[in-house]
């Protein structure tokens, strides 16, 4: 398992970590990791991140349905575009996750189980999240 994570950020997000990272004189990954670390140990911003995971689903149940409904060809595309763009967001959050609680010497079986039940992903091993994420 690689030790580094590459994450697309916007670019305000990024000037808002180069600014902090200038005042502590750290790096640019160390404050990410640390602002990550920090998530981790708060329940009350775990809930919040399950409840907009919880959002984003029912919010594409939605837009499936109205779709099907109204069975509109030139919407397909974008309903794919969407499933994919949530599942890619799903699967980027679960890694970065597993691969912190992993290096903070967590059971490897029980944090792959946790991230599996917190970003809803069926069947999990450990093995799903080793390099490119839950497939």
């Given at each position: 398992m690689s030790n580094s994570i590459s994450v697309r950020l916007p670019?305000?997000?990024?000037?808002?970590?180069?600014?902090?990272?200038?005042?502590?004189?750290?790096?640019?990954?160390?404050?990410?990791?640390?602002?990550l670390l920090r998530v981790l140990d708060d329940e009350d911003?775990?809930?919040q991140i399950q409840f907009c995971i919880q959002q984003l689903d029912a919010r594409l149940e939605d837009l499936t349905r109205n779709i099907r409904l109204h069975a509109s060809?030139?919407?397909?595309p974008h309903l794919v575009s969407t499933q994919q763009s949530v599942d890619q967001l799903r699967a980027a959050l679960a890694?970065?996750?597993?691969?912190?609680?992993?290096?903070?010497?967590?059971?490897?079986?029980?944090?792959?189980?946790?991230?599996a039940e917190i970003f809803g992903v069926q069947d999990s091993t450990a093995s799903e999240y080793d390099s490119a994420g839950p497939q």
């Open positions: 670019t305000e997000a990024i000037r808002e970590l180069d600014r902090i990272a200038g005042k502590q004189k750290k790096t640019r990954g160390v404050i990410a990791k640390e602002m911003r775990w809930s060809p030139d919407l397909s890694t970065v996750v597993y691969r912190l609680m992993i290096e903070r010497g967590e059971n490897e079986t029980e944090v792959a189980n946790w991230v």
